[in-house]
T-cell receptor
Framework: GQQLNQSPQSMFIQEGEDVSMNCTSS?????WLWYKQDPGEGPVLLIA?????ELTSNGRLTAQFGITRKDSFLNISASIPSDVGIYFC????????FGEGTQLTVNP | NAGVTQTPKFQVLKTGQSMTLQCAQD?????MYWYRQDPGMGLRLIYY???????DKGEVPNGYNVSRLNKREFSLRLESAAPSQTSVYFC?????????????FGSGTRLTVV
C-alpha cells in the first residue's frame, strides 16, 4: 500500500527558532495535507495543498507541494511554546494516508 | 457545533470482551472514517464509509466491524478484543471521499485491552 516517510521523528528546539519537517512517498498524491495534534485531541488541519509546486502559508506556517507530487515540507517560523505537539503529513490518493508524525518540543 | 463526537473517551476491556465505539457528526458530511493511532505509526485507516449505506475496508480491518447507522452515525465494533487492539481510536468525517482538506476528527477513544 501507499506509505509516507516523515522526518524527523522528533525535534527539540528553543523558542524563536525555525522548524522544518518533510514527507516523502513512493506514490503520487493529488493532495497533500498537514495536521497538528495536541495531547489528548484529534488532529486538526493546518494547511491543504492541491497543486504540484504550490506554496501556501498560514500565519507562521508555510508548506509546499513537491513538483514530483511525491513529497511535501512544512516550515514553522519563530516557534512559540504552543507549537508543541505532533505534526502529521497526509497524502490523498485513493484514500488519505498519514505519515508517522513529528513530535515537536519547544523549550521556552 | 460539536463537530465529531466520540464515546466513550476511555475504556478498559478484558481479552475476549466485545464493545462498540460510537461516533456522530453534525456537519452533514457524507463520508466517515475510523482510524487507529499507535506510537510511531501515524494513523491507520480501519474502515470507512464513503456515503450512507456503504462501508469499505481500510488498511487494518481485521478484528473490527462497522455500521453506518445513518448519515450522522458510524460505529466501530470489536467482537472479541485482543491486546493488539490496545490503541487510540479516532473517528473522522469529510464532505466527500476525495475531499482530503475537509476531514474533521473527533477527540479519540483510548482503549486498553488487558
Amino acid at each position: 500500500g501507499q506509505q509516507l516517510n516523515q522526518s524527523p521523528q522528533s525535534m527539540f528546539i528553543q523558542e524563536g527558532e525555525d522548524v522544518s519537517m518533510n514527507c516523502t512517498s513512493s506514490s503520487i498524491f493529488n493532495t497533500w495535507l498537514w495536521y497538528k495534534q495536541d495531547p489528548g485531541e484529534g488532529p486538526v488541519l493546518l494547511i491543504a495543498l492541491y497543486k504540484a509546486g504550490e506554496l501556501t502559508s498560514n500565519g507562521r506556517l508555510t508548506a509546499q507541494f513537491g513538483i514530483t507530487r511525491k513529497d511535501s515540507f512544512l516550515n514553522i517560523s519563530a516557534s512559540i511554546p504552543s507549537d508543541v505537539g505532533i505534526y502529521f503529513c497526509a497524502g490523498l490518493g485513493s484514500r488519505l494516508t498519514f505519515g508517522e508524525g513529528t513530535q515537536l518540543t519547544v523549550n521556552p | 457545533n460539536a463537530g465529531v463526537t466520540q464515546t466513550p473517551k476511555f475504556q478498559v476491556l478484558k481479552t475476549g470482551q466485545s464493545m462498540t465505539l460510537q461516533c456522530a457528526q453534525d456537519m452533514n458530511h457524507n463520508s466517515m472514517y475510523w482510524y487507529r493511532q499507535d506510537p510511531g505509526m501515524g494513523l491507520r485507516l480501519i474502515y470507512y464509509s464513503a456515503s450512507e449505506g456503504t462501508t469499505d475496508k481500510g488498511e487494518v480491518p481485521n478484528g473490527y466491524n462497522v455500521s453506518r447507522l445513518n448519515k450522522r452515525e458510524f460505529s466501530l465494533r470489536l467482537e472479541s478484543a485482543a491486546p493488539s487492539q490496545t490503541s487510540v481510536y479516532f473517528c473522522a468525517s469529510s464532505p466527500g471521499i476525495l475531499l482530503g482538506g475537509g476531514y474533521t476528527f473527533g477527540s479519540g477513544t483510548r482503549l486498553t485491552v488487558v
